[in-house]
């Protein structure tokens, strides 16, 4: 398979201004080229932030602040929920009853009990939570990619501030994209208007599977390597067509892209990257068996390759119900969180703590957890939540966080924000910072204007 493929304008000759050689599986990895006007150089303010790298874990649908880190015990039956709060490693800080593994690693965790987005939509909040920039409209259902809401996502961000060569991609995102009922894509995931270069590259697999295999990684079955070495003679040959209507600093872009594919090709290091069986059967049951555990597992083989930004999305599953899919708890909320959400949580993100601690590469990564909004404070009729961006909880910890404390706190029935509100134009500027970037470090849009990278305040309290 040979293509040469391009949706950039076209010459008067017919050869289009940009073009993308497919060796075997090039296309999958991403490997398309910004517009021009996106290429030019960013000016990047330090921050002095510890975090070289860093692990989201988004769980999307929605957990309930209630049941997870934000536990009411006082309040009303139908407020606290069946689950009550237990101790943590830290005097005065309790998690629900359903955490007893992450409770063990409070000292670590920074947990944030006032983040508001005030949007009740998936999507429209997601692009919030995933960009720092809110969505116009808010409480938009089923909202999708485009202009006026093509803001970058933070790991969008990050690759295109990122230098230098190496292996893996900056940024990656797996094991599947988000997406909305109706099956289109949530807005928020890509790089919007910093252009195709910036995507976090997406890695759709299933790590828990017994035949798990990244086909990314690989090449397809009909190109060996001594094709893909003849291939790299064509795309030669081709370069000396293309650098007669390329500016050099276009021309050597695309050469470095090319050159890093080929490289991911023919790698077994980058295959290595992503070899679960070369973890112990030890290690993988620590994490858990399920979709996401597995994931979680392989974000931390990715940074310890040195991608710097791995967002996990939670796996779902075509057996997920239509009217509870994924942490979208509408119905049965109490024994689908004990039986099939928060236990493979706190497993896996127990284990990544654990393990990035003993490895010696805590202090120097981030891990959030993330999700699109909370629920409602009252559990409604069928015994589930309904959507709540008014106040719900996030945490972050490594990476120069200072863990063992909550910012921030959420009314009597964890309905609104009482003090310490995080906006997610904080949550963003603070990544930002702890990964070295000042909010004020800025981005060229396609019209050449500078625009900073997140508008929030840095959360000086937790860093």
């Known amino acids: 398979m040979l293509t040469i493929q391009d949706q950039t304008p076209r010459l008067c000759d017919g050869i ?5 050689l497919q060796a075997g599986g090039l296309s999958a990895l991403g490997l398309t080229l910004a517009h021009p006007q996106t290429l030019k150089a960013s000016v ?3 921050s002095g932030g510890k975090a070289k790298r860093c ?30 709060p237990i ?14 593994k992450t409770a063990g690693h409070a000292d670590k965790i920074a947990i944030l009990r006032g983040v508001s987005t005030g949007d009740n939509a998936h999507s429209s909040s997601g692009y919030y939570m995933l960009t720092g920039t809110p969505h116009i ?3 938009r259902e089923n909202a999708n990619p485009g202009a006026p809401n093509n803001w970058p996502t933070m790991s969008s961000v990050v690759q295109h501030l990122s230098h230098g060569q190496q292996m893996l991609p900056p940024s990656v995102r797996m094991p599947m994209h988000i997406f909305n009922t109706d ?101 993988r049951d620590r994490y858990g068996r399920s979709q996401f555990g597995q994931s979680v597992l392989l ?15 939670w796996f779902r599953g075509p057996e997920e119900p239509s009217n509870a899919p994924c942490w979208d708890s509408h119905v049965g909320e109490a024994n689908r969180l004990k039986t099939v959400l928060v236990p493979p949580f706190d497993q896996a993100y127990s284990s990544l703590l654990t393990d990035l601690e003993e490895r ?60 310490g509100l995080v906006r997610p134009e904080d949550l963003t500027a603070t990544v930002f910072h702890t990964l070295g970037y000042t909010p004020e470090t800025e981005l060229q849009d396609p019209f050449g204007r500078p625009l900073p990278i997140s508008r929030g305040n840095v959360l000086k309290a937790i860093v």
């Open 16 to 20: 289009s201004r940009r073009n993308l």
């Open 44 to 46: 990047i303010h330090p």
């Open 55 to 84: 692990i989201t874990l988004f769980l999307m649908g929605g957990p309930p602040q209630h049941s997870t880190w934000d536990p009411k015990p006082l309040a009303p039956a139908e407020v606290r929920g069946e689950f009550g």
């Open 87 to 100: 101790a943590t490693n830290v005097p005065g800080i309790h998690l629900s009853e359903l955490l007893p």
């Open 137 to 139: 409209p808010k409480n």
């Open 183 to 283: 099956g289109s894509v949530w807005p928020g995931q890509d790089s919007g208007w910093l252009g195709h270069r910036a995507d976090p590259w997406l890695f759709n697999c299933q790590p828990a599977s017994a035949d798990f295999d990244i086909p990314q990684f690989r090449l397809s079955a009909d190109v060996t390597l001594d094709r893909l070495a003849q291939r790299r003679s064509l795309l030669s040959q081709l370069e000396s067509q293309l650098t007669q209507h390329e500016q050099l600093g276009t021309t050597e872009t695309y050469n470095d892209q090319q050159h890093q594919a080929f490289q991911l090709l023919s790698s077994s290091q980058a295959r290595a990257a992503c070899d679960l069986s070369q973890e112990s059967d030890e290690t």
């Open 299 to 313: 974000a931390r083989r990715l940074i310890e390759a040195d991608v710097k930004f791995v967002h996990v999305n």
């Open 360 to 419: 010696g590469l805590l202090d120097e990564t981030l891990v959030l957890v993330l999700s699109e909004f909370g629920r409602t404070p009252k559990i409604q009729a069928n015994g589930g939540r309904g959507h709540w961006g008014h106040a719900f909880s996030a945490t972050m910890a490594g990476g120069g966080v200072k863990g063992g404390q909550v910012y921030g706190a959420s009314d009597a029935q964890g309905g609104y924000v009482k003090d």
